[in-house]
Nanobody, 114 residues
Framework: VQLQASGGGLVQAGGSLKLSCAAS????????MGWYRQDPGKQRELVAH???????TYADSVKGRFTISRDSGKNTVHLQMNRLKPEDTGVYYC?????????WGKGTLVTVSS
């Protein structure tokens, strides 16, 4: 399974970005798709994920500002990030869980300037 992420970049505080991630390869059933962020020297942490059926989970720090959505027919997940803050800066990784195995895309850098 390959995950191709896009949409990172530089934005001013208060602005918006949208991350997208498309899964391809030998896919039979992806249970969870989501986004994680890893700050320097820290572990990768969940930003948001969506489970089959549409159930979503968000980190407290992004609730009300970020929205995750999944296009199941295309095995694609999107993260709409609004009202961005400098502390949202980091490398964002797309994740897919299939049959209990985690797959990761290459990180995409999001930089929010103050």
């Amino acid at each position: 399974v390959q995950l191709q992420a896009s949409g990172g970049g530089l934005v001013q505080a208060g602005g918006s970005l949208k991350l997208s991630c498309a899964a391809s390869g030998n896919i039979f059933s992806i249970n969870i798709m989501g986004w994680y962020r890893q700050d320097p020297g820290k572990q990768r942490e969940l930003v948001a994920h969506v489970i089959t059926g549409g159930f979503t989970t968000y980190a407290d720090s992004v609730k009300g500002r970020f929205t995750i959505s999944r296009d199941s027919g295309k095995n694609t997940v999107h993260l709409q990030m609004n009202r961005l803050k400098p502390e949202d800066t980091g490398v964002y990784y797309c994740n897919a869980n299939m049959a209990g195995l985690d797959y990761w895309g290459k990180g995409t850098l999001v930089t929010v300037s103050s």
